[in-house]
Nanobody, 126 residues
């Protein structure tokens, strides 16, 4: 089992930046790709971005490309989502997700992940 705990959410104004962190514990040696998803009220959970096991490859949703950056520190079992130039439409609960193994395919799908954090609220006011 892998446990994921997000932190760093909060209330910010449009144009501000926010940094979310996700700390993994447990069977962290089995963790491969790490992803970030978000879910706004009344909407389905949507893909934000993902990073492969080594950290050499990242992919992002078009809506956040150029504004959000994902990085990971495998020694600290941590993945970070740096969010810049936030917009009101970025308001959502943000979830960290972990996938076992070395596979890096269909990482934009929630079903591709084995473990999830509890989520952290991000609210962007206009």
């Amino acid at each position: 089992q892998v446990q994921l705990v997000e932190s760093g959410g909060g209330l910010v104004q449009a144009g501000d930046s926010l940094r979310l962190s996700c700390k993994a514990s447990g069977r962290t040696f089995s963790v491969g790709a790490l992803g970030w998803f978000r879910q706004a009220p009344g909407k389905e959970r949507e893909f934000v971005g993902t990073i492969n096991r080594s950290g050499s490859t990242t992919d992002y949703a078009d809506s956040v490309k150029g504004r959000f950056t994902i990085s990971r520190d495998n020694a600290k079992n941590t993945v970070v989502l740096q969010m810049n130039n936030l917009k009101p439409e970025d308001t959502a609960v943000y979830y960290c997700a972990a996938r076992e193994g070395i596979g890096y395919y269909r990482t934009y799908l929630p079903i591709s992940y084995d473990y999830w954090g509890q989520g952290t609220q991000v609210t962007v006011s206009s």
